[in-house]
């Protein structure tokens, strides 16, 4: 289901992107704080949740471009129940929606409940069948794809391939418009095992495209603390509440925003960064 959702809000700051490898190191460590994962430096597999990411020293990637949005964007949500606004009192109080008065502009929300990427959904088919079924003349200048932690029973067989060719057809139909990639955030603590596997599958893939990712997982939005202030574990079965989507709104936008400081790294050239 598609929905467009336009609400004003106070411009919100704009910086100007720096350069320098010492200023890269900072900012790669205040990404920790802001649930930013810089996907250049991508977390192995195998590393537990939370843990840092330690640079392959055989691996060159290059990072992306820093995230620079028009004065009133249009940005195309896109994802499974927790972008259709699941357990919200309405639907368009989800993140999704919300997200619009954040960063003063317009979102266009397609989210299918119980949908994946290999998994099919309860009111619509898997991620890649509804990406192809989407109307290309949309125009989004952002695309934030979302999730999901539904391919959690699928395993491993095939997933990487059914990401890989969603996300090349997404964009295919939209060149012109900037990916970033939202993983999925946890139900439920603590993390699954099949919930981190699929955390860690996206970012790598990500950062070999040098598309931002960002993780909820890895970056504890969702933390024993305030779980039961963000999900509805009763009727809303394990879905954000109506501030729990408040919540991932603010923190989205915040993300969003953190990747307008990212360093840049010159045509040609690579950029790691240590430990985080």
Do not use: C
Request: avoid cysteine.
């Amino acid at each position: 289901m598609i929905y467009s959702h336009a609400m004003k809000a106070a411009p919100a700051r704009r910086r100007l992107p720096v350069a320098g490898l010492a200023v890269a190191v900072i900012l790669a460590l205040a990404a920790v704080v802001l649930g930013v994962w810089r996907p250049w430096v991508p977390v192995p597999s195998s590393a537990p949740v939370g843990a840092a990411a330690v640079a392959n020293e055989d691996a060159v990637a290059i990072a992306p471009v820093p995230l620079h949005l028009p004065e009133h964007p249009t940005v195309l949500v896109f994802g499974d129940s927790w972008t259709y606004g699941s357990a919200a009192t309405d639907p368009t109080l989800g993140y999704a929606y919300q997200l619009a008065a954040l960063i003063d502009g317009e979102t266009i929300v397609d989210g299918v409940r119980g949908s994946g990427y290999l998994k099919p959904g309860l009111d619509g088919p898997a991620f890649g069948e509804r990406i192809a079924a989407l109307d290309p003349a949309l125009s989004p200048d952002l695309i934030i794809l979302q999730g999901s932690i539904n391919d959690r029973a699928q395993g491993e067989a095939g997933y990487r391939e059914a990401v890989t060719a969603a996300w090349d057809a997404m964009a295919a139909k939209y060149s012109e418009a900037t990916i970033v990639i939202l993983g999925p955030a946890p139900h439920e603590l603590p993390v699954g095992a099949e919930t981190a596997r699929i955390d860690a599958d996206l970012g790598e893939l990500a950062a070999a495209r040098s598309w931002w990712y960002i993780s909820p997982v890895a970056q504890d939005w969702i933390t024993e603390q305030n779980y039961l202030s963000v999900i509805d574990v009763e009727v809303g079965r394990k879905h954000p509440s109506t501030d729990g989507h408040r919540y991932l709104a603010e923190k989205l936008a915040a993300a969003l925003g953190e990747l307008g400081d990212a360093p840049v790294t010159e045509a040609g050239g690579s950029e790691t960064t240590p430990e985080q």
